[in-house]
């Protein structure tokens, strides 16, 4: 798997390059303060199950793809770094 997107990149790229809508002005259409969008939109937060459902009753699509763009996001980052060393569980017979 590549480097995938954060969603808020997805969501800066796609909703506010070439239009005139404000971060301000999307944050009360969506019913979030411009602080909670702006940390979304600078990949200082992810993407909740409720911001999910505000982006798929805002924009369209699924609650489930904003949810999945950001668990990918999430395992790649976590597959970054080194895990410390695990031994597996073996259940007793």
């Known amino acids: ?15 506010f390059d070439g239009t005139s809508i404000t971060v301000t002005d999307f944050a009360n259409r969506i ?14 937060s992810g993407v909740s199950a409720m911001m999910a459902l505000r982006l798929q009753a805002a924009l369209g699509g699924t609650a489930e793809s904003w949810l ?9 980052q976590a597959q970054q770094k ?9 259940r007793a017979a």
């Open 31 to 44: 019913g979030v303060t411009r602080l909670t969008l702006s940390n979304l939109l600078n990949k200082r």
């Open 68 to 76: 999945h763009m950001q668990a990918n996001y999430d395992l790649w």
């Open 1 to 15: 798997m590549h480097n995938p997107a954060h969603p808020g990149e997805v969501l800066r790229d796609g909703v």
């Open 82 to 90: 080194m895990l410390p060393r695990i031994e597996r569980l073996v």
